[in-house]
């Protein structure tokens, strides 16, 4: 596979992704050659695996369960910060209403 689009796909057809490529064809005649050869390239693609053992290749899972962890912490540092700035007022009040009968419209 010694071709413009190989070289071009490369990194992600080599690396520690999953790739989906997507072939596209006209029906028509004067599409044909070209038709033939984008099912051939993407039977091609079909056909290639990772090797793995060649390099490493770091698991995504535990990148992301990292990057969510320090996400948290970041989250707890930044909250006990706000809770420690927080300044919290209580103010009791005792209301006492007196009702004056002077006061009340008698019907």
């Known amino acids: 596979m010694d ?5 071009l796909l490369e990194p992600v057809l080599s690396g520690g992704t999953r790739t989906t490529l997507i072939v596209c064809c006209r029906a028509e005649d004067q599409h044909a050659e070209e038709t033939v050869q984008s099912l051939r390239f993407g039977e091609m693609c079909s056909y290639v695996q990772q090797d793995r053992s060649s390099g490493v290749v770091p698991d995504a899972n535990n990148a992301v369960s990292q990057a969510l962890k320090a996400i948290e912490a970041e989250l707890r540092d930044v909250e006990a910060e706000i809770r420690q700035k927080e300044r919290w007022e209580w103010r009791a009040q005792t209301r006492t209403h007196v009702v004056n009968e002077m006061d009340a419209e008698v019907q």
């Not at 071709?3 to 070289?7: A, E, I, V, Y």
């Open 3 to 7: 071709n413009k689009l190989t070289m």
